[in-house]
């Protein structure tokens, strides 16, 4: 349900569709909060491959505001597989793009993974 539910919204940014400032906000309300902490960490790494996915540069706001909710939903400091493959994950997010939001989310998230 999640992954539909992501895939629309991804399907959403992708449109000319004009989103009110708490597109975000509410997505993660209405997606994540329902989810269990064992549930949100297994999605998680679902969402970093979408990370991961070149043709998804124009959304990593987005994704890592849902990662960073799942990882919070989690309750866990247990660390995904996929990162732990991809040691320097988010310091490639960081060396990849300028924009302060980004930056910010990547560095809690990679504070928080402590990778």
């Given at each position: 349900?999640?992954?539909?539910?992501?895939?629309?919204?991804?399907?959403?940014?992708?449109?000319?569709?004009?989103?009110?400032?708490?597109?975000v906000?509410?997505?993660?309300?209405?997606?994540?909060?329902?989810?269990?902490?064992?549930?949100?960490?297994?999605?998680?790494?679902?969402?970093?491959?979408?990370?991961?996915?070149?043709a998804q540069p124009?959304?990593?706001?987005?994704?890592?505001?849902i990662?960073?909710?799942?990882?919070?939903?989690?309750?866990?400091?247990?660390?995904?597989?996929?990162?732990?493959?991809?040691?320097?994950?988010?310091?490639?997010l960081?060396?990849?793009?300028?924009?302060?939001?980004?930056?910010n989310l990547a560095?809690?998230?990679?504070?928080?993974?402590?990778?």
């Amino acid at each position: 349900m999640f992954i539909n539910a992501l895939s629309s919204f991804l399907e959403k940014l992708a449109s000319i569709e004009e989103l009110d400032e708490w597109y975000v906000s509410t997505f993660i309300d209405e997606n994540i909060y329902s989810l269990s902490p064992t549930e949100a960490f297994e999605l998680s790494s679902h969402v970093i491959e979408l990370l991961k996915d070149e043709a998804q540069p124009d959304y990593t706001y987005e994704l890592l505001s849902i990662l960073l909710a799942l990882q919070r939903q989690s309750d866990t400091t247990q660390i995904p597989d996929i990162l732990k493959n991809s040691p320097n994950f988010f310091d490639d997010l960081i060396k990849n793009n300028s924009e302060e939001y980004v930056l910010n989310l990547a560095h809690e998230l990679a504070q928080n993974c402590q990778i």
